[in-house]
């Protein structure tokens, strides 16, 4: 099988999970034809599958990902910034203007979209593996299972069932603002046994409830849980987004 | 006549561009196109409990720093103290950082040029051995993060007054006989890598600048110091070394009083304060010959595997006599600024921050090394292609990479902060 590996913007902190599991890849036989962070010698053809980090965020980027998607069998998107659009999503819901020339002396040098947007924007996704970071064990599952021709196992449930597997006392009982119950499983519900509430790496799941969680927030104080989202690192997720648009 | 090459085994995208005169090298530039993410600016208006872990997300591989100096900027502000304790878990932390990061960048990235391959792949379609092994000296380090912080990219725990959780002495203790292993493997790799031949890749003409601890070898704070004298505190960062944009150019670099171009990293900080390295790293430094005052960035991989072997070390002595803290963090803020340095695993990283009352952030500088470091990679190209004298314009290329990776640069750390873009021509880059 072939495998092609891309970036685009984003912290390089998903595709190297490749790094760690590169010995397996080698005695599965893949071979590794694109990967600019690990090889100095690449080649763009035909892809069994690619694996895309990072979000759209330049036109230049959105031409490379539709070339992508001609040369590729399956395209599958690594981590919030590719699947939803990353923290750096955050300035879709501020002014683009102001954004910009706060960080840059020269606003007018940067060429740069308005938004940054997540990969299924554009193309045609066939998979999304989850997280900010993903799960390694996540992306081997994918691998393999695809390799053999299955179908992948990733949750669709929410964190708390993870939570309630660890039997970690409920953190949102406990005062703190937790997304737990609206964002999707795979991380083993790190921040709850780590004493604080869920940030929502890994995006919501298909339908969440999250009229109801806004109520718990207002009436534990615990702030304004869009804006919670909004800040966070899938805040322009297609879920959210289709809820947000409803008003 | 110029020439432009993506730049590959690095993190993030960027090119060189080589400008020829007469047969001779006149200008190189470190083009860097990596989309730009504005992490500043979104941090605007934020709580200044989401520093740790917004600014993780401008690096994968070195998130740990990011959190380290960016709560030690949050505590300063608030003038708040942490215990001795949460200082010695705040290195361990860290020290599994650099094991990981350096882990990477030694295997991954930069020994394929010494083996004339393209990846560790092709090596280890040869060596198999290398590749799991030097995965083992990497893991450890990513087992150090993942046992206090929950996963190696990203780690969740980290808080401006400790952290959220503290790790039972048994979880730690369990890691030393993997810790002494890769000690083991690292020194076997060192001996064996300084078999290597170095070209002569030296940095020319800049000053050497790391941090500075009177009695350790600097990693999650310090003063600022250089091979030349230079000696000032963590506050006076911004008022010596001074951003500048160059008339030719909207590439914002950083320079010593705007002036005199230096050098952040391992390199830096090995000369700077080799002495303080740990007893078994320091003892085979000198076993290889290797000692300050070193100039080749192409030895930066035995700097590297050296700086692997002191933090295993000192990992072990900090785990050792490790005892669970058990403070609680308790943050009162203030209308305040604070600033935060640390040694990430490419050189000092700064972080400066103002908070209004509530402790909603006003203002965020954060300066990373990659983008410290562009001058030293131009030049150090410069000076290196000049030495060799290649006529070939593609071979120039390929030689120009292996320094530029010398460095280690990590360029989407550097995108958010480099006010990039050099103008050469039409290129407009983002």
Not at chain 1, 129 to 157: A, D, M
Not at chain 1, 198 to 225: A, H, M, T, W
Request: charged fraction near 30%.
């Amino acid at each position: 099988m072939r495998i092609g590996v891309f970036k685009f913007a984003s912290c390089d902190g998903c595709q190297i999970a490749f790094f760690d599991m590169s010995d397996k890849l080698l005695d599965l036989g893949f071979q590794i034809d694109y990967f600019i962070e690990a090889q100095s010698t690449n080649r763009f053809n035909e892809f069994d599958l690619s694996f895309v980090e990072g979000s759209i965020s330049t036109p230049e980027q959105e031409n490379l990902i539709k070339k992508i998607r001609e040369k590729s069998k399956k395209l599958i998107t690594i981590g919030a910034c590719a699947d939803s659009g990353g923290i750096q999503s955050i300035r879709n819901f501020m002014d683009f203007k102001e954004v910009l020339s706060s960080v840059y002396p020269n606003p007018d040098y940067i060429k740069t979209l308005e938004k940054s947007k997540p990969v299924s924007d554009y193309v045609n996704v066939d998979l999304e593996i989850r997280g900010c970071p993903i799960n390694p064990h996540q992306l081997y599952e994918v691998v393999v299972s695809l390799y053999l021709g299955k179908t992948p196992y990733l949750p669709e449930y929410p964190l708390c069932l993870e939570c309630k597997r660890k039997g970690n006392p409920c953190v949102l009982v406990l005062g703190k603002p937790c997304l737990g119950s609206v964002i999707k499983a795979g991380c083993g519900a790190l921040c709850p046994s780590f004493n604080a509430g869920c940030y929502g790496c890994y995006g919501p799941v298909e339908k969440p409830n999250l009229d109801s969680l806004k109520e718990i927030f207002r009436e534990r104080g615990l702030g304004d849980l869009y804006e919670k989202i909004l800040t966070s690192f899938n805040g322009y997720n297609r879920v959210y987004r289709e809820r947000y648009e409803k008003g | 006549m110029k020439k432009v090459d993506i730049l590959t085994r690095v993190e993030g995208e960027g090119k060189i561009w080589i400008d020829l005169k007469d047969g001779k090298v006149k200008d190189v530039i470190l083009n860097i196109y990596e989309a730009p993410r504005f992490i500043e600016g979104l941090l605007k208006g934020k709580s200044y409990e989401v520093i740790p872990h917004i600014t993780a997300r401008i690096c994968g591989i070195c998130p740990v720093a990011y959190q380290m100096s960016g709560v030690q900027a949050v505590e300063d502000a608030f003038g708040i103290s942490v215990s001795p304790e949460v200082e010695k878990l705040r290195k361990l932390f860290y020290y599994g950082e650099w094991i990981q990061s350096h882990g990477i960048h030694v295997f991954f990235l930069h020994l394929p040029d010494f083996y004339g391959k393209s990846s560790i792949f092709e090596i280890a379609k040869e060596d198999r051995d290398l590749l799991i092994n030097g995965l083992k000296i990497k893991n450890i380090g990513g087992k150090i993060i993942e046992i206090i912080g929950g996963r190696v990219s990203h780690p969740v725990s980290a808080a401006a007054g400790g952290f959220t959780k503290y790790p039972e002495e048994k979880e730690l203790k369990e890691l030393i006989p993997d810790i002494q292993e890769a000690v083991d493997l690292s020194i076997y790799f060192l001996k064996k890598f300084s078999k290597f031949r170095f070209p002569d890749g030296n940095i020319e003409g800049l000053q050497f600048v790391s941090l500075f601890k009177e009695n350790e070898y600097p990693i999650l704070n310090g003063d600022i110091i250089s091979d030349k004298g230079l000696k000032l505190s963590k506050d006076e960062f911004d008022s010596i070394f001074l951003e500048f944009q160059a008339p030719y150019s909207t590439a914002k670099k950083c320079r010593i009083k705007g002036k005199e171009k230096y050098v952040v990293g391992p390199i830096s900080r090995f000369n700077n304060n080799y002495e303080k390295l740990s007893q078994t790293a320091l003892k085979v430094s000198k076993e290889i010959g290797l000692k300050p005052f070193e100039k080749n960035s192409f030895k930066t991989i035995l700097i590297r595997l050296i700086e692997i072997i002191h933090s295993l070390e000192k990992s072990v002595e900090i785990i050792k006599s490790y005892k669970k803290p058990d403070e609680k963090i308790n943050i009162r803020t203030k209308r305040s600024a604070g600033t935060g340095i640390s040694e990430a695993p490419r050189g000092i990283l700064w972080h400066k921050y103002s908070f209004d009352e509530d402790g909603k952030i006003l203002e965020a500088n954060i300066v990373p090394p990659t983008s410290q470091n562009q001058d030293a990679m131009e030049d150090t190209v410069k000076n290196y292609l000049n030495r060799i004298s290649v006529g070939d314009i593609n071979k120039m290329v390929f030689e120009a990479e292996k320094i530029i990776r010398n460095f280690d640069p990590c360029i989407s750390c550097a995108t958010h902060f480099l006010k990039i873009d050099r103008d050469l021509k039409k290129c407009r880059i983002f």
